[in-house]
């Protein structure tokens, strides 16, 4: 008898501490994303919007976003608490000494997660590992313009549910020095618009893994439009996913 009460007894605190936890289980902790905006060059009038078009995004996807254009945020020690870096509309080179390139060199080779928006190939042109790592380089562009995008990988999870065709207006980007290695998600129909200059073999959107970690870029992100574009917007969250870590 005395085996029978202890057992029940046994029962019962297990219930109400499981129960307990289950009823005042912590919230999730959120994921720290670094946006990074420094300008040196151009300076893209979309920037306040991508900010907070990133924040919005964190508010229904358990992400948040530290903005800033101040580079001694990459130190080594500092970027440890993000899962991701996320490069908006910076421009211009040498915005890094060596050991802040190489801060986040270590922040890529320990699994760390990158993501280029549009002018994140338009800056630091001096440090070859940071063009393969982004996967190229700004070269020119002609006016904007509505161009016709088509999905070349319409099963991967950063485009799934885009229109394919895509019809976007946008600033397109023409590359220099591009990575081949990248993978492909969406091109530019050169055909569509006037200016590109890429023999109708024209990336736009693209993703890899390299050197440790899980890089996302899209050319896309120019106007102020583009960051309450539901499609862009479905894109870009979709990359920010695939290459959090």
């Not at 190939?121 to 982004?134: A, I, L, P, Q, S």
């Not at 050197?211 to 896309?220: I, S």
Request: glycine residues 8%; proline residues 3%.
């Amino acid at each position: 008898m005395k085996e029978i009460i202890r057992f029940f007894a046994f029962l019962f605190v297990l219930i109400l501490f499981f129960g307990f936890k289950a009823d005042n289980s912590l919230p999730v902790k959120k994921k720290l994303v670094l946006v990074f905006s420094l300008t040196k060059g151009f300076r893209h009038d979309s920037i306040d919007e991508g900010i907070k078009a990133l924040k919005n995004l964190g508010l229904t996807n358990n992400f948040e976003i530290n903005a800033t254009e101040d580079v001694s945020a990459f130190d080594e020690s500092n970027l440890k608490k993000y899962a991701l870096v996320v490069f908006l509309n910076p421009t211009g080179s040498d915005l890094f000494n060596d050991e802040q390139k190489n801060a986040l060199k270590k922040y890529i080779n320990n699994g760390g997660g990158f993501v280029g928006i549009h002018a994140a190939t338009d800056c630091n042109y001096e440090w070859e590992w940071y063009g393969k790592m982004v996967g190229g380089y700004f070269a020119s562009h002609p006016k904007i313009q509505t161009a016709k995008l088509d999905v070349v990988m319409p099963k991967h999870k950063i485009v799934k549910g885009l229109p394919n065709p895509w019809m976007h207006k946008d600033e397109w980007y023409n590359f220099k020095s591009f990575n081949k290695a990248v993978n492909v998600l969406v091109k530019v129909d050169e055909t569509s618009y006037s200016g590109g200059k890429m023999n109708n073999d024209h990336p736009v959107s693209w993703y890899h893994e390299y050197d440790g970690g899980k890089v996302f870029y899209t050319a896309l992100g120019h106007t102020k439009e583009c960051y309450t574009d539901p499609n862009f917007l479905m894109h870009l969250l979709a990359g920010i996913k695939w290459a959090m870590k």
